[in-house]
Structure formats: structure tokens, C-alpha cells
């Protein structure tokens, strides 16, 4: 073999030990010291093993026991809070300084909770004058619900109305003597079971349901009171029985009623049954409500005087709803005490009603008629009253506003007297 080939080598044999000791013990040093990985020391001994001479090995320590669980600490947040925790009066002793391998893979600090997170009530904004009125309502005249509607169309109108502000729905039960719903009580009384109309079953079931889950109210209102007129289905049968006191009101221009006899045990027992089934059939109803129409005008002739007679009436056909129903609430809209009493022969402070609202639809008496209606429970105005509105909104002795759609639309009317109520706020 040649002497450059000879030369090749690495020439370890050539090295002293004592720089190999060095060398090796400045390594494992560094390395111990600097975090990198970490060496196997049987492995090392292995390689010293190999060069001759060398009988030195590397001390393997024992592995350290697994650290206790860290206690736990808060952990303050980079970025400042508006209302911090209140600190434990105790000190608290500082963590030891992390690794660069914990800080690492720590998780992200949790940030405050967004304003937009807070609690919903903490955010509602007070109410305005025309929300804290108890009962916001408007009447919907029994035509007014569309023959043939289907369940989703009277859904959709009741949702508009509580769009609108409006939380409680009067809608038309009764009038002209007959139900606007079939009954059996009308089947039995009178050989039919309803108004002549082409209404769904259950329209009315429809529009309960769907006010309650809008947290809306529904009274049912029975338009027409005792009056009927010519094109009642039940007027024939009411001349021929009898059932019908001599004379015609007109205390509405342009209309002819007639009044049903409450004094007849037959008319009496017939309203009174009617109410009485209604309440059973629609127990979910808020409340009835009857109008001035519930009342004999003082014009008509012979000057009777049947206040008693309808008080007494009245009186027992209360009694009967609320032995079938006792959570039904009935109302009356009437007018204010002294005409009512005097002109209409209602004196309805001893019917034991129980709420009361006074109608103001006449405009050369309005703020007369207001001293009533601040003792009782809201007033009626129409939609061609709603220049009162703002004075009437701001009062805070009148407690709930019912308003009756004059125009015959009553959605319109809806949508008006928001764009009102919002103005006024």
C-alpha cells in the first residue's frame, strides 16, 4: 500500500486522549445546558468503548420524578378589563419563569365576553308612553276576517297587527242575532248554526292561538248588543214571537234597528246560552266584550223604563259565564256613566262588570268625556280621532286605548297609528 493512501485515514489513533476527554465532556456539557434534545449516554459509553485505550464512561443519572400538578392561577388578560375580579387579600406567590416549549403550546388567553354576548334584559330600552297603555286594541269587524281564509292567511294577520304595536285583537263574534261560528245552541234555538257566511271551522282557534304566541290578547266582541236589523235571519221569527220591543232606535242616523226583549224568558235565555257556549267552546278567549248596543234607547216610545229589566239581565248572564268560565273576563265599551244610565237605561255601575271603557267618539265632548274615562279602564276613539292621539298617548291617567277603524280598513288603520305612535315617542 502506498504511502498516500496510508494518509487517508482519519488519523483518531494519532489524537491524545486527554483532547478526546475534552472534546467529549465540552459536548455533553453544552448540550445539557442549551435544551436541545436529549442525548442517550449508553450510547455514548458504547462509542468510548470502541477506541482503544479509553476506559471512561459517562454517569447516567436517574430520571427526575414527574412534576406535581401546577396549582392553579388567573391569568390576566394582555388587553385591559372594565371591571376586573377583586383580588384575594392574600399574596400571591409568582409562577416560576416557562420554558420556551410551554409558552409554546399554552393556549390563547381568554378575552372579555363582547358587549353584544350580555344579557338580552340588560339591554331593553324603556318603554315609551304609548307601551306602557295596558291594553292596546283595535276592533275587527265579523266580516273582516275573508271568508274561505285559510289557517296561514289569519296567522299572518294577527302577526301584522302585533307589528303594528296593537296587543289585543276585538274581533267580532255575534251580531244581528246570530253566531259567527256554528253553535249548537243557534241549531237548536233557530234551525241554523250561524250567520250566513262561508268561514272556516276553526278561524277563530287560528286567531287565539296565534295571539297568544305573539303575547297578544283576543276579546270577542259581540257587535250589536240586542239590536238587530231587517236583514237579521232571525227578524221574522222575532216579529212573529214577539221578541221584539215596539218601535225603531235610530240613535245612528241612516240605520233601523230594532231591540230584542231581554224581559222575554225566551230572549233571555237565549243570549244567556249563547254566552255561556262560547266560553266553554273557546276557553283560551281573554275576554268578551259588549257596546252601547247592549242598552234601550230613551226615544223610543211609550218612554218605558227598562233599566232594571237589563240590569237584571245582564247581571245573570254574567253570573252564567263565570260559573262556566270564571277566567273570561266581561267588558262593556259604553257610554259614560250619566248618558248611559239616562239616555240608554244601562246603568252598568251595578251590572258587576269588569272593566270599562268609555267611548269618545264625539268630538264637542271630548275633554268632558275625559274626566270619565281617566277613572276607568281606557278609552274608544275612531281613526278619524287620531289628532288626539298624541294628548291622549301622553296622559298617563288613561290606562288603555281601543280604536275602532271608522274607514273599514282596518289594517290601514293598524299601519297609521303606528307611524303615530312612533313619531310620538
Not at 301584522?160 to 296593537?166: E, K, N, R, S, T
Not at 270577542?220 to 221574522?236: L, M, Q, R, V
Not at 257596546?291 to 245573570?316: C, I, M, N, W
Request: proline share 8%; hydrophobic share 35%; charged share 25%.
Amino acid at each position: 500500500m502506498s504511502q498516500q493512501n496510508k494518509n487517508k485515514g482519519c488519523g483518531c489513533a494519532n489524537i491524545p486522549i486527554s483532547v478526546i476527554l475534552l472534546f467529549l465532556g465540552g459536548g455533553f456539557w453544552w448540550f445539557k445546558n442549551n435544551g436541545l434534545p436529549d442525548i442517550d449516554l449508553n450510547q455514548i459509553n458504547s462509542l468510548l468503548a470502541k477506541i482503544p485505550g479509553v476506559e471512561i464512561s459517562l454517569p447516567i443519572a436517574e430520571p427526575d420524578p414527574p412534576p406535581a400538578p401546577p396549582t392553579p392561577t388567573p391569568t390576566l388578560p394582555s388587553s385591559p378589563i372594565v371591571s376586573s375580579p377583586k383580588l384575594p387579600s392574600s399574596p400571591i406567590v409568582p409562577s416560576p419563569k416557562p420554558k420556551s416549549s410551554e409558552i409554546a403550546t399554552s393556549k390563547p388567553i381568554q378575552q372579555p365576553t363582547p358587549e353584544k354576548e350580555q344579557p338580552e334584559e340588560t339591554k331593553l330600552l324603556p318603554k315609551t308612553n304609548w307601551e306602557k297603555k295596558a291594553i292596546r286594541g283595535i276592533y275587527l269587524s265579523r266580516y273582516q276576517i275573508t271568508n274561505n281564509a285559510t289557517e296561514k292567511m289569519i296567522r299572518d294577520r294577527v302577526r301584522y297587527y302585533h307589528a303594528q304595536g296593537i296587543n289585543t285583537i276585538i274581533h267580532g263574534v255575534w251580531g244581528n242575532a246570530c253566531t259567527m261560528y256554528k253553535s249548537e245552541v243557534m241549531q237548536q234555538t233557530l234551525g241554523y248554526n250561524s250567520c250566513p257566511n262561508k268561514f272556516r271551522d276553526r278561524w277563530l282557534d287560528w286567531l287565539i292561538d296565534e295571539a297568544h304566541q305573539q303575547g297578544m290578547e283576543v276579546h270577542a266582541y259581540f257587535e250589536k248588543g240586542i239590536k238587530i236589523d231587517k236583514n237579521s235571519p232571525i227578524f221574522d221569527r222575532a216579529i212573529a214571537q214577539k221578541w221584539i220591543i215596539p218601535g225603531i232606535d235610530r240613535t245612528y242616523a241612516g240605520v233601523e234597528h230594532y231591540l230584542l226583549d231581554v224581559e222575554n224568558p225566551e230572549v233571555a235565555h237565549f243570549f244567556r246560552d249563547i254566552l255561556v257556549e262560547f266560553v266553554q267552546r273557546y276557553p283560551e278567549i281573554d275576554a268578551v266584550q259588549w257596546d252601547d248596543y247592549l242598552g234601550y234607547h230613551a226615544e223610543l216610545p211609550g218612554k218605558v223604563d227598562r233599566t232594571e229589566s237589563l240590569t237584571k239581565f245582564v247581571q245573570e248572564m254574567i253570573e252564567a259565564m263565570k260559573q262556566a268560565n270564571p277566567k273570561v273576563s266581561f267588558d262593556i265599551c259604553h257610554h259614560n256613566p250619566y248618558w248611559a244610565k239616562k239616555y240608554f237605561a244601562a246603568d252598568w255601575k251595578k251590572w258587576d262588570v269588569d272593566r270599562i271603557f268609555i267611548q269618545n267618539y264625539n268630538e264637542k265632548n271630548f275633554q268632558a268625556e275625559l274626566d270619565y274615562v281617566k277613572k276607568y279602564d281606557g278609552i274608544a276613539i275612531t281613526d278619524q280621532q287620531f289628532h288626539r292621539l298624541a294628548e291622549i298617548i301622553d296622559n298617563k291617567s288613561i290606562k288603555s286605548v281601543l280604536v275602532f277603524p271608522l274607514s273599514g280598513k282596518p289594517e290601514e288603520t293598524a299601519s297609521n297609528l303606528k307611524s303615530l305612535t312612533q313619531k310620538n315617542k
